[in-house]
């Protein structure tokens, strides 16, 4: 089972806020703009059945949701952002050598 990290990562302070879930692996599996932190949980699937397809599609041995009130000191998410970095330059690497 993997977690899956949704919190806001932008907007505060605004009318919108940006909400994302990221797995620990690193792979980015949703974002979505909402209007309050309320309905970001909506939105991003921690409080509905939203985006819970492409979850399931990404986790097959399962997943579980984990809302991250404080991000930016949250060692999890640490964690997975690193994975995410590496996905990326990975990937930049392998459009280079095309």
């Given at each position: 089972m993997k977690?899956?990290f949704?919190?806001i990562?932008?907007?505060?302070?605004?009318?919108?806020?940006?909400?994302?879930?990221?797995?620990?692996?690193?792979?980015?599996l949703?974002?979505?703009?909402s209007?309050?932190?309320?309905?970001?949980?909506?939105?991003?699937?921690v409080?509905s059945?939203?985006?819970?397809?492409?979850?399931?599609?990404?986790?097959?041995?399962?997943?579980?949701?984990?809302?991250?009130?404080?991000p930016?000191?949250?060692a999890?998410?640490?964690?997975?952002?690193?994975?995410?970095?590496?996905?990326?330059?990975?990937?930049?690497l392998q459009e280079i050598?095309?």
């Open positions: 977690k899956i949704c919190f990562n932008g907007g505060n302070g605004s009318d919108w806020f940006n909400v994302l879930a990221l797995c620990e692996d690193g792979h980015c949703a974002q979505h703009v209007s309050s932190e309320w309905w970001a949980k909506i939105d991003i699937g409080n059945d939203r985006q819970h397809d492409q979850y399931k599609e990404h986790c097959l041995d399962g997943y579980e949701l984990v809302w991250i009130d404080d930016a000191n949250s999890e998410l640490a964690a997975a952002y690193a994975k995410n970095q590496e996905l990326a330059a990975d990937a930049a050598k095309k």
